[in-house]
């Protein structure tokens, strides 16, 4: 064997002997620092870190700590280096990389009666330096609506946090009364508007807790035009007023790179509603959404992702509470299509950095979306009839700034597999999933 093939051994095998004793070595801290900080506060990060200054602690939570900074609205990078101190002591520094977190929102578009409707927006994601969340939106989409948010996730402790909402908005909904003849629709102004309140718990690392109380109004008005007047009598026009509670459960074992991303992640979320009626019979929804992620070499990225969303069966009515539409289950497809009571989706896209340097990014992909929806009056089993099974193909580009939260922009163009429906250009902020 060569000399150089001899020293490159050993080094490695030295490399992993002291690797493995380093993961496993308890130390004590002598400080805590933090470098590259802007904006964020380091006593804000020392309070949710792990390792503490005067405590023994492995390298594993060095580890944890950095992914914990970099899942932050406002971190767009982290990074750590261990310095020694004495003889027992050692120096932590977290090197920060931060995100421009004051985010201006601007969306156009059509509307569903084809009129020009807009969106402007202001977010920010890391409020007085301690990540609270708080902004609102206005909108015109055919009708008028609004929003306020407020979120400190770590209020109270380094695990418990609050926030609050209000929203009012009203959108042109389509309602399908007759399930196998979807193609005509009935216009109907849908209305709510209502407060909620929400309770961020962080048992650990990998799972988060909320619990939300909401109350609102919710209102169905017929939405008559010249061209219908006087053909419908007695259309119905539910509205109720009710309190939904909220509660979910979300798994995050994510490794984010800027725009690649590897791990998995679950959100579970149960809603239950304390009233119903004789046309909004929603009493429950459940959703679950299961998402995959792998890196592909140094610049692809594979993404998977499977939603269910599942509500008491809705039977002789209409109004059925889950929806299939472009932004939420399936690209191309078109705004609000379909409705049920319950809505299985896949959505597989391979992500590909074609241009990077710097802070942009233009990101290609290729997607394949999958969903079903069971309709009223039907039994589970036909969510993936060949009448309701809607699959599409299609690629897309993103344009990405990597040290502005979110910024994301998105254009999607889906084509359709199955015959039942059109293609469609799909627009948004921030990756699909």
Not at 204 to 218: L, M, Q
Not at 342 to 349: G, M
Request: glycine share 8%; aromatic share 14%.
């Amino acid at each position: 064997m060569k000399m150089k093939n001899i020293r490159s051994l050993i080094f490695l095998l030295l490399s992993l002997v002291c690797f493995n004793v380093l993961a496993q070595t308890k130390f004590k801290v002598e400080s805590l620092n933090f470098e590259g900080l802007k904006k964020t506060k380091a006593s804000f990060l020392s309070r949710i870190a792990k390792v503490k200054p005067n405590k023994e602690v492995d390298s594993v939570l060095i580890i944890t700590d950095v992914e914990r900074i970099k899942r932050l609205d406002g971190i767009a990078y982290a990074d750590y280096k261990v310095e020694t101190v004495g003889e027992e002591g050692y120096k932590v520094t977290y090197i920060i990389k931060e995100n421009f977190s004051i985010i201006p929102g601007v969306r156009i578009g059509q509307a569903a009666d084809d009129s020009f409707s807009y969106r402007f927006s202001a977010f920010e994601f890391n409020g007085l330096g301690r990540n609270i969340i708080f902004g609102g939106f206005y909108k015109k989409e055919v009708f008028n609506a609004f929003g306020v948010f407020l979120e400190h996730p770590y209020l109270f402790t380094n695990k418990l946090g609050l926030g609050v909402n209000y929203i009012d908005d009203s959108t042109q909904q389509p309602i399908f009364f007759n399930a196998n003849d979807i193609e005509n629709e009935t216009d109907y102004i849908y209305t709510t508007r209502g407060p909620e309140v929400i309770l961020f718990y962080e048992l650990n690392f990998h799972n988060r807790f909320e619990f939300g109380v909401k109350t609102s109004e919710e209102r169905y008005t017929f939405l008559r035009s010249d061209s219908n007047e006087g053909t419908f009598i007695n259309v119905p026009e539910p509205s109720l007023n009710r309190t939904a509670f909220r509660g979910s459960h979300e798994y995050v074992d994510l490794d984010i790179q800027y725009q690649n991303v590897s791990g998995f992640r679950n959100l579970f979320e149960a809603t239950v509603f304390n009233t119903s009626n004789r046309l909004l019979q929603t009493n429950y929804i459940l959703s679950n959404t299961t998402q995959y992620f792998k890196n592909i070499g140094s610049r692809g990225n594979f993404a998977t992702q499977l939603q269910l969303r599942l509500s008491n069966p809705i039977e002789n009515s209409a109004f059925a509470p889950i929806t299939v539409d472009n932004q939420l289950n399936t690209r191309g497809v078109g705004n609000t299509v379909d409705r049920g009571a319950s809505v299985v989706a896949l959505n597989t896209e391979y992500r590909h950095t074609l241009f990077e340097k710097g802070w942009f990014v233009i990101q290609g992909n290729g997607f394949v979306d999958i969903s079903g929806v069971q309709r009223p009056n039907a039994n589970f089993g036909n969510i993936l009839s060949s009448e309701t099974t809607r699959a599409y193909s299609g690629v897309g580009l993103r344009f990405i700034h990597k040290y502005i939260f979110n910024a994301v922009l998105r254009f999607d163009y889906g084509i359709n597999l199955t015959g039942n429906g059109a293609n469609g250009l799909v627009f948004g902020i921030g990756q699909y999933f």
